[in-house]
C-alpha cells in the first residue's frame, strides 16, 4: 500500500521552544493531508486540513498561530509547534488520502511523540 | 460523518474468532462503513469497507445488515499482534474530504494467550 512517513518519530523539547513535524507521501501526491492530535488513553482528533498551494484549515478550538501549517509541495506538509508547553505533549498523526478510481483511501503516519519539558 | 457506537473493549482467546460490532443507525445512503485499527504507538491502519454488501480480505471479514444500520467487522483467528484499538467509521468514499475522518472511542481489544 501507499506509504506516509513522518519526521521525528519523537522528540523531546523544552517549554517554549518550537518544534516542526513533516509528513511526507513517499509513493504518491496529496493535495490534502490531516493533522491529527491524540492525548493518551483518547481516541484522534482532527486538527487542520492541509491544503497544498493554500491556507490550511482548523477546526474549532484550535489555534491556527500556534500550530503552523505549511503544504509547501504536492509530497509534504509540515506542523509547528509554537511556544511550546507542557500542555502540548501529545501523539501527533498526519493522514494523506491517495485518490483512486472507485474511492479514496487515507494512509496515516506513524505518528509523532511530542513531549515538552 | 455519521455517528457510530462500539463497545468500549472486548477479550478475546487467541486462534478464535473476534466478531466485533458498530451501531451506526444514521448513516446515508451514500456513506461507507469503514474499519481502522491502531495499535500502540502507531498511526491507524486500514482494514476493510463496504457499503451494502458483505465484503472480505486478507485480514478481515465485514458483515453489514441490510438495513445498514449496523455491521461486525470479524477477525477469523486472532492473534496476539491483533491486539488494538478497533475504530468504525462511516464516510463517503471518493474525495479528498471523505478521508477528513471523526474517530469515536473504538472498541479497545485485547487477544489473550
Known amino acids: 500500500g501507499a506509504v506516509v512517513s513522518q519526521h521525528p518519530s519523537w522528540v523531546i523539547c523544552k517549554s517554549g521552544t518550537s518544534v516542526k513535524i513533516e509528513c511526507r507521501s513517499l509513493?504518491?501526491?496529496?493535495?490534502?493531508m490531516f493533522w491529527y492530535r491524540q492525548f493518551p488513553k483518547q481516541s484522534l482528533m482532527l486538527m487542520a486540513t492541509s491544503n497544498e498551494g493554500s491556507k490550511a484549515t482548523y477546526e474549532q478550538g484550535v489555534e491556527k498561530d500556534k500550530f503552523l501549517i505549511n503544504h509547501a509541495s504536492l509530497t509534504l506538509s509540515t506542523l509547528t509547534v509554537t511556544s511550546a508547553h507542557p500542555e502540548d505533549s501529545s501523539f501527533y498523526i498526519c493522514?494523506?488520502?491517495?485518490?483512486?478510481?472507485?474511492?479514496?483511501?487515507?494512509?496515516f503516519g506513524q505518528g509523532t511523540r511530542l513531549t515538552v519539558v | 460523518d455519521a455517528k457510530t457506537t462500539q463497545p468500549p473493549s472486548m477479550d478475546c482467546a487467541e486462534g478464535r474468532a473476534a466478531n466485533l460490532p458498530c451501531n451506526h443507525s444514521t448513516i446515508s445512503g451514500n456513506e461507507y462503513v469503514y474499519w481502522y485499527r491502531q495499535i500502540h504507538s502507531q498511526g491507524p491502519q486500514y482494514i476493510i469497507h463496504g457499503l451494502k454488501n458483505n465484503e472480505t480480505n486478507e485480514m478481515a471479514s465485514l458483515i453489514i445488515t441490510e438495513d445498514r444500520k449496523s455491521s461486525t467487522l470479524i477477525l477469523p483467528h486472532a492473534t496476539l499482534r491483533d491486539t488494538a484499538v478497533y475504530y468504525c467509521i462511516v464516510r463517503v468514499a471518493v474525495g479528498a474530504t471523505g478521508n477528513k475522518l471523526t474517530f469515536g472511542g473504538g472498541t479497545r481489544v485485547l487477544v489473550k494467550p
Open positions: 509513493d504518491f501526491q496529496a493535495t490534502t
Open positions: 493522514s494523506a488520502p491517495k485518490e483512486g478510481f472507485a474511492n479514496t483511501e487515507a494512509f
